[in-house]
Nanobody, 124 residues
Framework: QAQLVESGGGLVQPGGSLRLSCAAS????????MGWFRQAPGKEREFVTS????????YYADSVKGRFTISRDNTKNTVYLQMSSLKPEDTAVYYC?????????????????WGKGTLVTVSS
């Protein structure tokens, strides 16, 4: 049974940085593109970023371009989200997702597996 477990969330001040991790198990990690989504209180879930199986292609939401970086380590079955220059509007529960194509994750929000999320709060 596939499982995605996010970690690294917490409270950070505006302008600060945070790195999220998502550890995958129960699936052939190299067969999947990975992505991050987020859901702020009272809002719908939105796409943040995705990465192809080998890291060759990445996609970003306009709201995080230049501030967030997605990466993956296929030897550790883990995908990362490095967040910098954080803003209060980045406050949300961040979800990890696994799907067949990074483009599909990005354009249609479709994924085969989802994590349970980790909370990121940006506040002074």
């Amino acid at each position: 049974q596939a499982q995605l477990v996010e970690s690294g969330g917490g409270l950070v001040q505006p302008g600060g940085s945070l790195r999220l991790s998502c550890a995958a198990s129960g699936l052939t990690f190299n067969d999947y593109a990975m992505g991050w989504f987020r859901q702020a209180p009272g809002k719908e879930r939105e796409f943040v970023t995705s990465i192809s199986w080998n890291g060759g292609n990445t996609y970003y939401a306009d709201s995080v371009k230049g501030r967030f970086t997605i990466s993956r380590d296929n030897t550790k079955n883990t995908v990362y989200l490095q967040m910098s220059s954080l803003k209060p509007e980045d406050t949300a529960v961040y979800y990890c997702a696994a799907g067949k194509l990074a483009s599909t994750i990005a354009h249609y929000g479709y994924a085969d597996y989802w994590g349970k999320g980790t909370l990121v709060t940006v506040s002074s």
